[in-house]
């Protein structure tokens, strides 16, 4: 293959991957990477590679892919996971599937992901799975100023949305960012113009809205497409403010839904004092959701859109682009909202708390993260409650639940004392305790503690030790507690084994001996934490950062650094 076909091949991927923009140093590694006898020609080939970068980003996504399907139809191929996961079987079939489906993620970056608005995500891809096809991520990013996409020097919600996506293990095969895009939608929206689907309404706004109410046309919804696209050429060039014109879809004017009728397609807004995080002030005419979502769905093949039962009258105002250039609408399946008790899952109401999105209090899915919980427990809670058109509420403890069941194998366990006091008892003979770091992974090993003959200092939960009771230590012996005395209980030592345990009902519980002190930090609202400080098996040191564990009879937990772990549940 001569050095331009195979940078043409890597520069098509990588824009394909990307929005339609290349890079050129991600282009050069991945040549490299191929073709290693390139690498004394380095520069000869990033002469070649700036110029195929620049004429391959001169072209429209769609074009791009168009290339790549046709040439090399393997490098589409490869980046489709195609590994099957658990609960797909139990997702109920789809209409209409024709050898595969194309679906779409659509988020809009004025904020991070959450549990919320990971199920359609999760839902969608799920779908892509199950039949296979194509998965877009599609940022919906066209209102810079009542739903500004949120890029600042804190958090770039595009990045952050696709490592949240990656972490949950959903790959998309393409991806697009609407407010690139703008030249389509003027393409489409003067089309409109021309065929007497749309047309330019310069109402004031409240006037407008008296005749919405009334069932009555606007007096420029007959006007002559030749004055409309005149009109539109005036909006594009700035000849008007902010609510001074609109561009509107023609409807059913006694639609029983005031908010259908003739609703608005573009409207101006003024970027030199709400400029667009990428795009900055160079449009001020901008595409509403429902156009803008409704070109793309079509331009890019979208055969189902699953999506909350919120966007259903999205669906019927759509249905109008659709209808108005004789296109075919895609399947559309709503689902009602999921609630989690106990969590807000409004992005205005998290936004407003004013702290870190990745707060391990949050239940965005970086705070989610950063608290412990894996993306398989996520996958398990959206499966579950599946596509019901009905809302749905889950607990936390739901989550929780499915977490365990991938935390609980993988977590050794140790003992860690709360509010410890210390347990002081002699002995005639050395004792000997061997705990397992996992009861049912014996080939993990044990720890041996050997303590006496003579005086044993071991540390115990304050709430284990009352004077007249005995407790079994864990794996050690059983002591009767003689009397406490203030951070001192004082005991005898009563037997050696469990059954003797038993017989008088001691509790079993957990001890330390020549402990390190250790810090956990617990969830306990949204926005607040509490830390608390206790005793822990020097053990502990040997666990490597970001590794679960377990504090036997306490819960489970997830080391975060030096003698620090977050409490993920019980």
């Known amino acids: 293959m001569e050095i331009e076909e195979v940078v043409l091949k890597h520069a098509l991927a990588n824009a394909v991957r990307y929005g339609g923009k290349a890079d050129v140093k991600a282009v050069m590694a991945k040549i490299m990477a191929e073709v290693p006898a390139l690498r004394t ?8 590679v700036d110029q195929v970068v620049a004429r391959v980003n001169s072209m429209p996504l769609e074009e791009q892919l168009k290339i790549l399907r046709e040439r090399w139809p393997e490098v589409l191929e490869e980046r489709r996971p195609e590994q099957r996961r658990a609960g797909l079987e ?9 050898g595969g489906v194309v679906v779409r993620f659509a988020p809009n970056p004025d904020f991070v992901l959450h549990l919320g608005s990971a199920r359609p995500a999760v839902l969608n891809y799920a779908y892509r799975l199950k039949y296979g096809g194509r998965f877009i991520l599609r940022f919906e990013d066209t209102d810079p100023r009542t739903k500004r996409p949120l890029v600042t020097e804190e958090v770039d919600a595009y990045q952050a949305i696709r490592e949240d996506l990656k972490w949950l ?30 047309y330019v309404d310069l109402c004031k706004p409240e006037e407008w809205r008296r005749l919405r109410n009334a069932g009555r046309a606007c007096p420029h919804r007959e006007q002559p497409p030749e004055v409309n696209l005149e009109l539109w050429d005036k909006m594009l060039g700035g000849s008007f403010g902010e609510g001074e014109a609109v561009v509107r879809i023609k409807t059913d004017l006694a639609h029983p839904d005031p908010s259908v009728r003739d609703w608005v397609a573009f409207r101006i807004i003024d970027t030199s004092k709400t400029p667009h995080p ?23 093949g979208v055969t189902h859109v699953l999506r909350a039962q919120e966007h259903s009258v999205n669906t019927v105002k759509q249905s109008y682009v659709f209808k108005h250039l004789g ?12 609630r989690i008790e106990g969590a807000t899952l409004s992005k205005s109401k998290l936004k407003a708390l004013k702290i870190r999105y990745d707060d391990l209090t949050l239940p965005t ?30 607990a936390l403890a739901n989550l929780y639940a499915y977490n365990r069941k991938y935390v609980e194998p993988i977590a050794d366990r140790y003992m860690y004392v709360a509010d410890p006091v210390k347990l002081v008892f002699e002995v005639d003979r050395e004792l000997a305790a061997r705990v397992p770091f996992h009861p049912s992974y014996r080939e ?38 003689e009397r406490v005395e203030g951070d001192v209980a004082y005991g005898r030592l009563h037997s050696l084994g469990l059954e003797e345990a038993r017989r008088v009902g001691a509790p079993i519980v957990q001890w330390v001996s020549q402990p390190i002190e250790v810090r956990v930090v617990r969830p306990a609202a949204v926005g607040k934490k509490e830390v608390e400080v206790g005793l822990g098996e ?3 040191d040997t666990v490597e950062v970001g590794r679960y564990v377990q504090f036997m009879r306490y819960g489970y937990l997830k080391k975060v650094g030096g003698r620090e772990f977050v409490y993920v549940h019980d």
Do not use: C
């Not at 790959?171 to 065929?195: F, G, N, V």
């Not at 993990?444 to 407790?471: C, F, M, N, S, T």
């Open 169 to 198: 293990g959903v790959k998309w095969d393409e991806e697009y960012i609407q407010s690139r895009r703008m030249e389509i939608y003027y393409e489409h929206a003067r089309k409109l113009l021309e065929i007497g689907g749309a």
């Open 41 to 48: 020609r380095a520069r000869e080939v990033r002469q070649v």
């Open 327 to 338: 296109w075919e609408q895609p399947v559309t399946i709503h689902f009602g909202r999921l």
């Open 278 to 300: 990428l795009v900055g002030d160079r449009y001020v005419v901008w595409p509403t959701y429902n156009f803008a979502v409704s070109v793309d769905d079509h331009l890019m």
């Open 90 to 98: 139990g997702l109920p079939e789809l209409p209409k599937v024709r």
């Open 538 to 540: 020097s053990y502990l």
């Open 444 to 481: 993990r090993g044990e720890r041996v503690y050997r303590l006496g003959p003579g005086r044993v200092e071991v540390y115990v939960q304050r709430r284990d030790v009352e004077a007249g009771k005995v407790v079994r230590l864990m794996e050690l012996a059983n002591v009767e507690v």
């Open 365 to 394: 899915l970086a705070g989610l993260r950063n608290r412990g919980i894996l993306p398989e427990a996520i996958w398990d809670l959206i499966l579950s409650v599946g596509i019901k058109p009905s809302d749905s509420t889950v």
